[in-house]
């Protein structure tokens, strides 16, 4: 890929995992062949072929997969433009790997293109300016958010796991997270360890064909806010925010071939939900954006709203990013029809066409600027220290309680004590799981409404249709509402349904 150039479509790099020791030892062989490793193509099966923007065979390293498909867009995120980079495939098939979301600290040859990327990203921030008066000045920021049965979880909070639930908003520049962690970064160090401490936190599991398979999706987004000088008389600065996804999606899974159960067997459902509705999102963009001048293929309707994580990715895809798809394949024959399935689902992804623009940068006076960004790095500050100490005196408050509730005491107070904690503990409980499930319904009420608009729509456009064939008057004010409720109470029950149904999902993640 080259750096000089902004692509409007999505790019889809192939990456084909080799055999794994267990593989060879059972008999199974490779049905996944590259005729030509200087060309992007394959042949899967001996019969399907394929053509992507980037082929990768399984003896091409890490660092080759950056330096071929990813170091050319990382490096516009310095320019205003905001990066996607996805990672799709089955379970086991190198997706993390890829990424490098499974980081631990040291680069190798096997770290992935996300710490490289921060290397780059913060060579490039550092680099000097050489005394130019209108250079940019850089600040970094990193948040690490997780997508786990359909709920949004913070994985650089430090609150416990049901605190970090976070919910899903729309304002005038698209999807957002109210809530979610930004912690401003000064070096590539320095964001590893943030990277390593939201991966501990996120949700894994052995299972039969991957003993740490991921079962929830991440995001890791990259945040540069860039300052530079308009006018150099006048002091005046401009202000510029661009974005860059790591996004690791949990693999699609068989539970014959996994095996799965309980927990294990709900995780799977939720995730090939998920992935389900982000490739009926990628099927409805490569509708809308192929040649076809048919007036179906120009206003198909893309379901965005049917997923939480394809409502994330909504920017990414279709949207004004630079999107890279990193489809990760096994090559074994025992897989060859979730392998045939990707293919196919990145070969759709080819067709998307995004709309790659500079984010406008925000004129803003220097002196304005710099004093809000202090006032506001003193107020995090404050903050953080108040929270740490509040943290400690609530430790040093509550350990001679439980040390004397466990001790018995002998007036009795120890025992009432404890009790009282139990109970402030089972009332904050029943509140964090009463915001949850408020939560749920305002998300599902929001969904029930975004797709009951388009079914009254087309009811009173049918109905008004009929009217006009008839040669009848139209609906008078009155008539047309009684005839809008009449539509909304035929949809009454599905929408009742659809309320209740989080809940009981809800409280079984509880539980």
């Not at 072929?49 to 660092?63: M, Y």
């Not at 179906?296 to 309707?301: L, P």
Request: proline share 4%.
């Amino acid at each position: 890929m080259h750096s000089g150039s902004v692509p409007d479509t999505v790019q889809v790099a192939v990456r084909i995992r080799p055999l794994s020791s267990l593989e060879l030892a059972s008999g199974h062989h490779n049905v996944i062949v590259q005729p030509n490793p200087a060309e992007p193509r394959l042949v899967a099966r001996g019969a399907e072929e394929f053509t992507f923007t980037e082929v990768f065979g399984p003896t091409v390293s890490q660092a080759e997969v950056y330096d071929r498909s990813v170091r050319g867009i990382v490096l516009k995120l310095l320019q205003g433009f905001n990066v996607s980079i996805l990672a799709y495939g089955q379970t086991g098939s190198g997706k993390t790997y890829t990424i490098g979301t499974s980081f631990d600290g040291r680069i190798t040859n096997h770290s992935g293109i996300l710490p490289r990327a921060l290397l780059d990203i913060f060579d490039a921030v550092n680099a000097p300016t050489d005394g130019d008066a209108g250079c940019s000045s850089y600040r970094v920021f990193c948040s690490f958010m997780e997508l786990y049965q359909e709920h949004v979880y913070d994985l650089l909070s430090h609150r416990n796991r049901y605190e970090r639930l976070l919910g899903i908003r729309e304002d005038a520049e698209g999807v957002i997270v109210p809530g979610l962690t930004e912690l401003a970064v000064s070096s590539a160090e320095e964001t590893f360890g943030w990277l390593m401490h939201g991966a501990n936190s996120r949700a894994t599991a052995p299972t039969r064909m991957n003993k740490e398979s991921n079962r929830s999706h991440t995001i890791f987004t990259v945040i540069i806010r860039s300052r530079r000088k308009a006018n150099a008389a006048t002091g005046g600065e401009h202000v510029m925010i661009s974005k860059l996804h790591f996004v690791d999606l949990a693999g699609s899974e068989r539970a014959k071939k996994s095996r799965a159960s309980g927990d294990r067997l709900r995780e799977s459902i939720q995730i090939n939900k998920g992935l389900l509705a982000l490739g009926n999102v990628i099927s409805a963009l490569a509708s809308s954006s192929g040649t076809s001048p048919s007036k179906s293929a120009r206003s198909t309707f893309v379901s965005y709203r049917d997923s939480k994580l394809t409502r994330l990715l909504q920017n990414s895809l279709g949207g004004n990013s630079i999107t890279l798809m990193l489809a990760c394949v096994s090559p074994a024959d025992y897989n060859i029809e979730e392998t045939i399935s990707t293919l196919r689902y990145a070969d759709r992804a080819l067709s998307i066409r995004n709309k790659p623009a500079r984010t406008p940068p925000a004129p803003m006076s220097q002196s304005s600027s710099v004093a809000e960004l202090e006032r506001l790095s003193k107020t995090v500050s404050e903050l953080r220290t108040e929270n740490d100490q509040l943290r400690r005196r609530i430790a040093a408050e509550l350990k001679p309680a439980i040390e004397a509730g466990l001790a018995g005491g002998k007036n009795g107070t120890g025992r009432h004590l404890a009790t009282q904690n139990r109970l402030l503990h089972g009332q904050l409980q029943s509140s964090i799981e009463e915001s949850t499930r408020n939560e749920l319904r305002a998300s599902i009420a929001e969904n029930a409404l975004g797709r009951l608009e388009p079914l009254v729509l087309h009811e009173l456009r049918t109905e008004y249709d009929d009217l006009a064939g008839a040669a009848l008057t139209p609906l008078s004010g009155d008539e047309l509402r009684a005839k809008c409720e009449e539509i909304l109470l035929r949809y009454r029950t599905e929408y009742e349904a659809l309320r209740q149904r989080p809940t009981a999902q809800h409280r079984s993640t509880l539980d």
